[in-house]
């Protein structure tokens, strides 16, 4: 069992971000980062942006750590005990902490539908997978009006590919954007050739030999290779909630990013904070 007086529990953006601030107050401590997937931190936005783009290779989007940390790539954290400040990896073995973070971020919101046939854009094996599809000319049906599903479907229209986009919002970043701009942003993604679906639910997915085929909620139904959801995320909890802490849309942390818990904090996408200047509580994905 490894001692750490620093263990990071989220190998993505915030880990990394966080052992590297650590670093720069303690540069001999010893820091663990434990991370679900397996290869090391690397930068997030670039997956539906500057990958497509060539404005980066996949290379060039991994992080940098600084010296003196043990990473555990692939593994999860299974039992977190804030008494003893010990966990638990999924293969068996058991770590101390004195001071623990978690940047477990979050989780694909997942339709109760399609299974593997869809593609819950947000990894880089994610990309890989659907670089591949794009490569060889797929069709694509992409669900979620938001950022990734814009970006998505607004960069495999840039490789060529036939793509239709399907959200029940009225508009693409309705939700971000002032009316009359939104709209025009549907016509803009039009003009480049993508099939605008707005106000249009998905209540079934069937995936074939030959494709998948959507079922819209008015009865229309769509085929294509591959079918994509970029429908927003859920905070990964689950560890602080089986140890206790507090949680609401989040893992609740004070404005020192502290949790319920001595010695466990929470940062990023995770973490519910209180804003001072708005004077209330946020979760900022």
Partial sequence: MAHYPYLI????????????????????GIIGLVSAEPEPPYDRPPLSK?????????DEIYLSLPGNVQPHFGRRVVALDPAVRAVTLDDGAGHTYGRLLLATGGDPRRLPFGGEAVNYYRTLADYRALRADADRGASFVVIGGGFI????????????????????????GERVFPARLAAAVNDTYRAQGVAVLAEATVTGIEAGADGATV???????LTADRVVAGIGIVPDVALARAAGL???NGILVNEKLQTTAADIYAAGDVANYPDAGLGQRRRVE
Avoid at 9 to 15: A, L
Avoid at 215 to 221: A, N, P, S
């Fill in 246 to 248: 507090a949680v609401d």
């Fill in 149 to 172: 599903g814009s970006e998505v479907a607004a960069s495999l229209r840039k490789q060529g590919n036939a793509v239709t986009l399907v959200f029940p919002e009225a508009a693409i």
């Fill in 9 to 28: 529990i989220g190998g993505g953006m915030t880990g990394a971000a966080a052992a590297n601030g650590i670093r720069e107050l303690d540069d001999a």
């Fill in 50 to 58: 500057k990958l497509w783009e060539g404005k980066k290779g996949v």
């Fill in 215 to 221: 079922t819209l909620g008015d009865g229309r139904r």
